[in-house]
């Protein structure tokens, strides 16, 4: 059994950031594939950026790239998502998750998902 537990969110004006946490505990996630998604209000569940074991290859949504960065750090079974020049459109809930098989960036390809942490960008 895997428990990821987010940490990090909050209220934050336009153009600041953040940093999520994703605390790893039970079945370490070592060798897998870790994911950042998150869901706004009414829709759908959306991927944010996945950090690769092996080589540390990173993916982003067209959406974040360049404003924010996923980070692991294997020492202390944690993933980390830093999050830049926010806009108003980032408000969601962001979930870390631990990718299982298939594509990176659909939600059914992971199969444990953190409780996520509230992010909110005021304008």
């Known amino acids: 059994q895997v428990q990821l537990v987010e940490s990090g969110g909050g209220l934050v004006q336009a153009g600041g950031s953040l940093r999520l946490s994703c605390a790893a505990s039970g079945r370490t996630f070592n060798s897998h594939v870790m994911g950042w998604f998150r869901q706004a209000p009414g829709k759908e569940r959306d991927f944010v950026a996945a950090i690769t074991w092996t080589d540390g290859t990173l993916h982003y949504a067209d959406s974040v790239e360049g404003r924010f960065t996923i980070s692991r750090d294997n020492t202390k079974n944690a993933v980390y998502l830093q999050m830049n020049s926010l806009k108003p459109e980032d408000t969601a809930v962001y979930y870390c998750?631990?990718?299982?098989?298939?594509?990176?960036?659909?939600?059914?390809?992971?199969?444990?998902w953190g409780q996520g942490t509230q992010v909110t960008v005021s304008s």
């Open positions: 998750a631990r990718h299982l098989a298939g594509s990176y960036f659909t939600s059914s390809s992971y199969n444990y």
